[in-house]
């Protein structure tokens, strides 16, 4: 027995009132750590960006297509190492209509080279590159879809009427956290020669593999200005700062979870600070029979703050414990597969869990320092006198 | 019983103030225990006893006069010098005997030892010594709530002893406990004063127990008569 385990031991001294703290807490910190990650998840396509990897789109809108005799001569820009194409194809699964995915019309030669983090056997690839409705598809879309390689996909298109069908040739995993796992890609060739002549030869936008990363502002700028004198002007940029360009349509949404996480842990101090009050008041006695004994009023600090230590990480442990499981198998699973655009990879960073356990024992500390102060303030009689 | 007092109280005045208002509870008392001794204070509620005992373990200090106790002059100490004092020469034996509810007995007892240089191993061998001297080395694991109220009472004892102070003070250690075990505590009170040669200090207002006391004095308005 010391000062530090006689602290500990008070913790479950009142058991309800414990576990329902625990338990609030807990629900705090599962609540603190779910939006810390939508943050970090939100921004882990701009930290995990290719940064030799260069985006050109129209000037004016993403939604405005580039003719696709650019993609040549973007491929002779020098410092650039390969280039590919790509149309938003926007179709839907017409057996669950409301479940999006990204799909997208791609050049089936070069694409893959330049994705390369998309990972296929390269048999299946082959077999996709030979076959006009050839389609690939990540692991999270087919598990959501059902399909398996050789089964046959129809999907319904919005921007492009009509049914479309696919023989799935393969299924894509990834080797970095950004690459959403929920897209098909197919041939832009079968969506090309669909089109009526009037609007054939049009891509959504181009990106190019670059040499040296660090000259990635200056290609995009060499590419813009090669278009500068045509009808259609162009605007690169690297694909980190393409991805920051997108975030940054959501700061003030991201600005709203950061304030909704500084509430949380304001309620988080507040049930915290009522429990420690209230057992300091129980056992203001107590503190005043052990300094009878000679203990000292730092010895009473001692004891409140170790008590809120103690409380601090036993919430802190039940909190995480509860948020892998809601995060990492309910909620992030969920959001994965459905929102895999934004959240292609929803799972608590160490960092999370780090700050969430360290905030638990930190509020703790925080909200047991004025009760610790006055019982330490107490004159021995007064301690004594409050139950004798 | 030797003749030189242990605890020496001059000219003391203890006056407590509650806003402008001020409290005078002691007015010029003078007292002296002998060493040895076994004294029973008696009076009725706000005579000034309990306030006379608190001065003597030095919980507190009188507004005026000298407060000798052991050779030290506690008037004149600061809180960690009178913190260190208590926990070197008092033993504390109050009437709702302040056990710690989630420490077994032993640990109870080891409690005042935490703040010695002692190590683990003597400090519980000795907490089941001072558990002896009480008899109740048979239920030095229980806890607090397995006991009778006799028991608890003797655990506290045993607290008090722990560290071999010279004085103990006993604010009513009978007041909570029935006619048989309240025999039992003050039959233990008188072993310890004869036997191990504690000096014991006891407020009471129990005639029975102030019986088992060497000396009773009357305390009545701060004053003894």
Do not use: C
């Not at chain 2, 190590?119 to 006991?147: D, F």
């Not at chain 2, 045993?158 to 007041?175: K, M, S, Y």
């Not at chain 2, 233990?188 to 127990?209: Q, S």
């Amino acid at each position: 027995m010391n000062v530090v385990s006689l602290a500990a031991r008070n913790v479950l001294r009142n058991r309800t009132r414990t576990i329902l703290t625990v338990l609030g807490v807990a629900v705090a910190i599962v609540a603190f750590v779910l939006l810390r990650t939508v943050v970090t998840a939100w921004n882990v396509a701009v930290d995990y960006a290719a940064k030799d990897r260069v985006a050109t789109r129209h000037k004016v809108s993403f939604v405005m297509t580039l003719p696709k005799r650019y993609i040549d001569t973007i491929r002779g820009v020098r410092g650039v190492r390969a280039a590919t194409w790509a149309n938003w194809f926007g179709a839907r699964d017409p057996r669950n209509p409301d479940s999006f995915f990204a799909n997208f019309a791609v050049d089936h030669r070069s694409y893959l080279d330049v994705f390369d983090e998309m990972q296929v056997p390269p048999a299946d690839v082959a077999a996709w590159k030979a076959d006009r409705r050839g389609a690939i598809v990540g692991d999270v879309l087919a598990r959501s879809l059902g399909v398996r390689k050789g089964d046959r996909l129809t999907l319904e298109g919005t921007i492009f009427p009509g049914n479309w069908e696919f023989n799935i040739r393969g299924i894509y995993t990834a080797t970095r956290r950004s690459v959403d796992r929920s897209q098909l890609i197919f041939h832009w060739d079968y969506l090309n020669e669909s089109l009526p002549e009037s609007r054939r030869d049009q891509i959504g936008w181009t990106v190019a593999r670059i040499d040296d990363p660090s000259r990635a502002a200056e290609i995009s700028r060499a590419i813009d200005r090669t278009f500068d004198s045509q009808d259609v002007q162009t605007l690169s940029m690297s694909e980190r700062q393409l991805n920051n360009s997108f975030m940054a349509m959501f700061d003030t949404l991201l600005d709203a979870l950061d304030i909704i996480s500084i509430i949380i842990l304001a309620i988080l101090l507040l049930l915290l600070g009522n429990t420690i009050a209230m057992g300091v008041r129980e056992r203001t006695n107590e503190y005043g029979v052990l300094r009878a004994l000679g203990f000292l009023p730092r010895h009473v600090v001692t004891f409140i703050v170790g008590e809120a230590v103690v409380l601090g990480l036993i919430a802190g442990v039940a909190g995480i414990g509860l948020s892998y499981p809601v995060v990492e198998y309910g909620l992030g699973r969920f959001l994965e597969e459905n929102m895999g655009g934004f959240f292609p990879y929803f799972r608590i960073e160490p960092t999370t869990t780090v700050a969430a356990m360290g905030l638990a024992v930190f509020l703790g500390v925080v909200a047991s320092l004025v009760p610790a102060f006055r019982a330490s303030r107490l004159t021995v009689t007064d301690a004594l006198r409050r139950l004798d | 019983m030797s003749a030189e007092p242990i605890v020496k109280l001059s000219a003391v005045n203890k006056t407590y103030f509650r806003g402008s208002e001020s409290i005078p509870v002691l007015d010029g008392l003078d007292f002296e225990v002998p060493d040895g001794a076994f004294q029973a204070l008696m009076g009725p509620s706000g005579s000034g006893k309990s306030t006379l005992l608190h001065l003597i373990a030095g919980l507190d200090r009188p507004t005026k006069g000298s407060v000798q106790v052991a050779g030290k002059e506690l008037s004149k100490m600061s809180d960690a010098e009178l913190a260190a004092f208590r926990a070197n020469h008092i033993g504390f034996i109050f009437q709702s005997y302040n056990l710690l509810p989630v420490l077994t007995a032993q640990e109870n007892v080891e409690l005042p030892l935490l703040l010695t240089k002692l190590g683990r191993g003597e400090r519980k061998t000795r907490a089941q010594t001072a558990l002896r001297v009480v008899g109740l080395e048979e239920r030095m694991g229980h806890y607090p709530r397995q006991l009778s109220g006799g028991q608890e009472q003797r655990v506290a004892i045993a607290r008090a002893i722990v560290n071999d102070p010279q004085i103990l003070v006993a604010d009513e250690p009978t007041g909570d406990l029935d006619r048989k075990s309240a025999d039992d505590v003050l039959e233990l009170l008188g072993r310890l004063n004869t036997e191990l040669k504690k000096t014991i200090v006891m407020v009471t207002h129990d005639p029975a127990a102030a019986e088992r006391a060497t000396v009773t004095r009357h305390l009545n308005k701060g004053a003894l008569q």
